[in-house]
Every structure is written in structure tokens, then in C-alpha cells.
């Protein structure tokens, strides 16, 4: 158990920097599909992990993609709803 906790911050942090930079060059450069999935697995596998390992939720390597990630949700609907 002690390994998949320190694993699964590793993991999810490599995961959420994959899914920033492609949403980004998605959004701003055309360049190929947005992974609406992928986005979802990673949110629902952070809600999972988040209540089973509390520590998580104090990694930066995984909090600041989650940030990201939510920024750039905004700025999606923002342009595409309000602009």
C-alpha cells in the first residue's frame, strides 16, 4: 500500500502535464484533438485517489496541473460562450 502511494502522485502528475500541454496546443495552435477521456479519467481517478491517500492533495506535482487544468477550462468557456 505504501508503494501505490507514493507511485500514484508520480503518475497522476506525469498524466495531468500530458493532458496540459495537449489541451494547449489544442486551444491555441489547432494541433490535434482534445482527449475529452482522457480528461475525464484523470479527474475521476484524482477524486478516487484524493479520498483514499489525503496526502495527494498536498503534491504540487499533482496540484498545479489540477490549477492548470482548471484555468484552461475557463478560458474555454469564456471563449467559447461568452466571446
Do not use: A, H, W
Amino acid at each position: 500500500m505504501k508503494k501505490l502511494e507514493r507511485l500514484s502522485p508520480i503518475i497522476m502528475g506525469i498524466f495531468g502535464i500530458v493532458l496540459i500541454v495537449d489541451v494547449f496546443l489544442e486551444q491555441f495552435f489547432n494541433i490535434g484533438i482534445k482527449q475529452n477521456s482522457l480528461t475525464l479519467i484523470y479527474c475521476i481517478s484524482f477524486v478516487l485517489l484524493t479520498t483514499q491517500f489525503k496526502g495527494m492533495i498536498k503534491n504540487k506535482l499533482v496540484m498545479i496541473p489540477l490549477y492548470i487544468m482548471i484555468i484552461q477550462t475557463g478560458y474555454s468557456l469564456i471563449t467559447t460562450y461568452v466571446l
